[in-house]
């Protein structure tokens, strides 16, 4: 993405001064003023942690701005308020580079995956040098670019790399599986430095490591168009990395990381236009709403086996309505690292390992075993639907599973398709063509 020197200004001032995150008694953020600050100001080591709060501070705000028309296109969040571009988005069509919300959302992405390549060049660059003392901001950036660019990857069927001004051409729709590999290439590299004290993060590592295998192997599922007949992701790397991940953070473990926003930070976006606006709501394939159509009553859609509502659904909606405006980001979790070798196993036809691995889940949540209740398939996506509820998920499941979305119209829905570059990125890129 190309910026303008306004943003490419914003970008640099939050690598150093994120609200919070700043350096405190070093002559690099010495300045009467931060507009003043230049880019020579980060080539201090010095700054290594502040440059590595800025490409998280980016990421967080991308993640809030992009998670809002992504949920509201699949059956998570529905369109109560007044904008037509998420009615347009809550009817199924993802495709219109000129949406306003997905066109703001390109934009903060952009931004993000900008920050943290900058982030990673700058500091292994102090590595190289032997002036970076500390390695876990290296670290750090890596995660941080590592779910930028699996967030793109996720999310949109193109994108376009540019540096700052420069602009590049799009990567192509076919050539999007190669983000995967850059994020990949990321975790492995943070995995390698194993700083001290860095156990907690390697578990961060591998566990996003894991995440980005997954969704590689299923996005070969759904490109260049939905496999019908062969829909569930089996993946030996995923599967391994998350075994090795459920080790270090124990396998009866609810862990899960998450990117925070306090009133210190930025908001959530996306929790912002469904709590505080009432733009949107969680959908009714979930909850029933109030009176008023506003807000959630109680949850409705329930555990296939126990017969009461899901749990884990309920717990993330309360998590996410009482946070208000500052809902906190789940990247990955156990959860997810236990589903994904459910499904392995299940696209392995071992069912057993499948049985085992789901009600690792269920054990989290107090419910019964699954024994085998209904089908492997549909206790499949269940529970990939609960536990990953508002994580950026939800619309390629919909496609392989062959489901839809109570709002969608059938003139808008085009199956398979994500977000495209918008009209943002076309209007100040020469090399892209609406």
Not at 259 to 273: D, F, G, I
Not at 363 to 392: C, I, K, W
Request: aromatic share 8%; net charge negative.
């Amino acid at each position: 993405m190309s910026f303008s020197k306004k943003t490419i200004s914003k970008i640099l001032i939050l690598l150093l001064v994120v609200t919070g995150y700043g350096i405190t008694g070093c002559d690099v953020l010495d300045v009467n003023n931060p507009n003043n600050l230049v880019e020579d100001d980060l080539d201090n080591p010095v700054a290594a942690p502040a440059i590595a709060n800025g490409a998280e501070a980016t990421l967080t705000n991308a993640l809030g701005e992009i998670l809002g028309p992504y949920s509201t296109a699949t059956d998570e969040l529905t369109w109560i308020g007044t904008r037509d571009a998420w009615q347009q988005l809550d009817q199924g069509e993802v495709d219109d580079p000129l949406n306003e919300f997905v066109d703001v959302g390109f934009q903060y992405v952009g931004e993000a995956r900008w920050t943290a390549d900058e982030a990673i060049r700058r500091l292994e660059g102090f590595r190289s040098e032997g002036t970076l003392e500390d390695e876990r901001p290296l670290v750090r950036s890596y995660f941080y670019g590592a779910v930028i660019y699996t967030t793109i990857a996720d999310l949109f069927d193109n994108f376009a790399l540019s540096d700052r001004e420069a602009a590049s051409p799009a990567i192509g729709e076919a050539n999007m599986d190669e983000l995967y590999d850059v994020a990949i290439d990321y975790l492995s590299k943070g995995l390698e430095l194993s700083p001290d004290g860095s156990e907690e993060w390697q578990a961060r590592l591998l566990a996003l490591r894991a995440r980005v295998h997954y969704s590689k192997a299923l996005w070969s599922k759904l490109n260049p168009a939905v496999e019908d007949n062969d829909i569930l992701v089996q993946s030996s790397a995923a599967a391994e990395d998350a075994k090795a991940a459920l080790d270090m953070v124990g396998s009866g473990s609810d862990w899960r990381y998450q990117l925070q926003t306090t009133p210190e930070t930025e908001s959530n976006a996306m929790a912002y236009q469904v709590n505080e606006r009432l733009e949107l709501r969680v959908g009714d394939a979930y909850i029933q709403p109030t009176a008023d159509n506003a807000k959630v009553d109680k949850v409705t859609l329930l555990d296939p086996v126990d017969e009461i509502p899901a749990p884990a659904l309920a717990s993330a909606i309360d998590e996410f309505v009482t946070a208000n405006e500052y809902a906190d980001f789940v990247v990955v979790s156990a959860r997810e690292l236990h589903l994904i070798i459910a499904e392995d196993a299940l696209a392995g036809k071992d069912r057993p390992a499948f049985r085992n691995a789901i009600n690792a889940i269920r054990h989290l949540d107090g419910l019964s075993d699954y024994t085998g209740q209904v089908p492997a398939e549909e206790m499949l996506e269940h529970s990939r639907r609960t536990n990953l509820f508002l994580q950026g998920r939800r619309l390629a499941d919909l496609y392989r599973f062959g489901q839809a979305s109570p709002e969608w119209l059938e003139s808008r829905v085009s199956t398979g398709t994500f977000f495209p570059i918008t009209i943002t990125e076309i209007r100040s890129n020469p090399n892209i063509n609406l």
